[in-house]
């Protein structure tokens, strides 16, 4: 089978890998049929994280059953649309029964496809074939008409939305949100779309991009249109934080209002990060952060999309064939989505 790989810094290659097979019991292998590259991809491709090649790459996508141990061929007959947590996880064990399936006992801290320590056994989404371990817990079938360009990203940028918005918004009724776009670019818009669409809240999505602005615009999504992130004059009740930056994340922080929350999606390389902290702790602050539960977020996130009011196809900015994905992998879009 053909898989495209991560060799080094800002390079890409095809390799040929033998066909996959069912090992053993609660098996699955699914031919990917959406891969959507993460925010995350690019800055990984091109040396800006900690994450260092030779690795397969990919760990947005949904797919079809290809063939399934015997066990399970009653639960998902050869040919079910699924999607996939990015996060290997075993359903069971002591972390996955607390529902942090992101920290999964059963496999080495932080196990996912298409990102190390994980990708090296598991392997990685652009591939023809892809083998699901704890199939009965990793697959959820998926509806038949559901747009599976749309939903290539439901594994981790898709599912953010629920740990940045959706978990906190029955808390926090009418709440003023603000959405802080950057760097996480499609996780910022996912999120200011799905606030938009559910109308659980006044929502506002600011950004110093031109072409992201322009999205947020022709989508309906009121916009705070900045050259560069200014001293905040507004405050908020939910700021949802994607920028990535240091000067987001100022901005983020500093638009907090009286007992507000703070959730962020960015990923800053260091452990030296400021805070205005006496501030946060005089408006009774609440900050979440960490890796998203994709497992947990897919099923929370998944029945807006199967009615119809959330529509996250409406984020897909690029599309490309899968012979042409090491190539389009490279190209500077918001939302790209291989298809096959």
Known sequence: MKQLVFKKKSVLEWEEKPNLGIQSQNQAIVEPLAIARCDLDLPIIHGKTLFRAPFPIGHEFVGQIKSISDDLIHS?????????????????????????????????????????????????????????????????????????????????????????????????????????????ASIGLYTALFIHQTKKGEIFYADTNKKRIDLANKLGIPVLEFENFPKPNLKFDLICDASASKEGWEFATRSMGKNAILSSASIFWTNKLEIPYLEMYNQGAEIFLGRVESKHSILSILPYIESGVFTPEKIVTQTAKFEDAKEAWMEESIKLVITR
């Open 76 to 184: 998902f007959p050869v040919g079910t649309k699924v999607v996939v947590p990015f996060q290997i996880s075993c359903g069971i064990c002591p972390s996955c029964s607390n529902f942090h399936t992101n920290s999964c006992e059963s496999v080495p801290y932080t196990s996912a496809f298409g990102m190390p320590p994980g990708a090296g056994h598991f392997g990685g989404a652009l591939s023809e074939e892809i083998l699901i371990p704890n199939a009965d817990h990793m697959l959820h079938a998926l509806q038949p008409n559901l747009n599976l360009v749309g939903l290539a990203s439901l594994s981790d940028n898709i599912a953010e939305v629920w740990k940045l918005a959706g978990q906190f918004l029955e808390r926090r009724k009418d709440a003023k949100i603000l959405v802080v776009g950057g760097e996480a």
